[in-house]
C-alpha cells in the first residue's frame, strides 16, 4: 500500500471512527484496564523522545509531526521552543488547541494535513511519535529523507518492533476485510529500516534507540541525524 493511500485510511481512521477513543485515552478520564497499558506505555515513549531533546528549546524551530490530542506539543512549548503541530486529523488538531494551555498558545502553529508538506518549514529538530508505524520501510525511509532535507538536527520517531507477537497480530489482523479493521501497524527492524535509508539515498545515521513495552503497547524509539 502506497503512502498516501495509507494516509487517507489513516485520516478516515482517526478523524471518523477513534476521535473520541483517543480523545479519553489521552485525558485525566478513568479507561480501561488494557487502555490504561496503552496510555502507560505512551506516556513513557512521549518522555523518552522528550529526553533526547534539549531540556532549554527556546529559539528552536520542531515539527510536532503527527500531533494528536497535543501531549507532546505542550511539553515542547513548555520548555520554549516554537511549535508546529500537525496531524492529518481536524478532529485531533481540534482538541490539542483546544487543551493548550493559554499561556503557550503564541508558541504553537496548529495545521491539520500531511506532516511531510514541504510548506510547513525548516526545523530545529522533528518528533513523529507513533505516526509512521503503518507505512512500509521504503514509505519511513521516503518521509525521512523528505524531512531530513528541512531539519538542522534530529528526527525521532517510533515503529513498531518486529517482534513475535507483533508479527503473529500482523499476520492474524490481515485475515479481517479492510473495512472491518483499523489501520494496521507495520513492523520494522532496524537493520532493514537503515537498508531503505541507504537505497533511498538518506544520509546520516540512524540510531536504535529505547524499546517501550507496557501491556498492549509495544514501540521502538528512533532517532536519525545529519
Known amino acids: ?19 473520541r477513543t483517543w480523545e479519553r485515552l489521552t485525558s485525566d478520564a478513568p479507561v480501561s ?13 512521549r518522555a523518552h523522545i522528550l529526553s533526547r531533546l534539549p531540556d532549554d528549546l527556546r529559539g528552536a524551530r520542531i515539527l510536532d509531526a503527527g500531533c494528536g490530542a497535543g501531549q507532546m506539543t505542550a511539553e515542547l512549548a513548555a520548555r520554549g521552543a516554537d ?22 498558545k503564541g508558541r504553537v502553529t496548529f495545521a491539520s494535513g500531511d506532516m511531510l508538506d514541504d510548506g510547513l ?7 513523529a511519535m507513533d505516526s509512521l508505524i503503518y507505512y512500509s520501510d ?21 515503529v513498531a518492533p518486529r517482534t513475535p507477537l507483533l508479527m503473529t497480530m500482523w499476520r492474524v489482523g490481515k485475515l479481517f476485510p479492510r473495512s ?5 501497524m507495520i513492523p520494522h527492524c532496524p537493520n532493514r529500516l537503515s537498508r531503505a535509508l ?29
Open 138 to 158: 521504503e514509505d519511513i525511509a521516503r518521509a525521512l529523507h523528505r524531512l531530513s532535507d528541512r531539519t538542522a538536527s534530529s528526527i525521532v520517531f517510533t
Open 180 to 184: 472491518d479493521r483499523s489501520p494496521t
Open 198 to 226: 541507504d537505497t533511498v539515498g538518506v544520509p546520516g545515521t540512524l540510531t536504535p534507540l529505547e524499546r517501550i513495552t507496557s501491556g498492549f503497547y509495544i514501540s521502538q524509539a528512533m532517532e536519525h541525524a545529519a
Open 1 to 19: 500500500m502506497s503512502y498516501d493511500r495509507t494516509l487517507t485510511r489513516v485520516e478516515t481512521y482517526f478523524d471518523k471512527t477513534a476521535t
Open 121 to 127: 518549514g525548516r526545523f530545529d529538530h522533528v518528533v
Open 33 to 45: 484496564k488494557i487502555r490504561e497499558t496503552v496510555r502507560r506505555g505512551r506516556d513513557g515513549m
Open 83 to 104: 511549535v508546529v503541530a500537525v496531524d492529518i486529523s481536524p478532529s485531533l488538531v481540534g482538541i490539542a488547541e483546544a487543551r493548550l494551555p493559554i499561556d503557550l
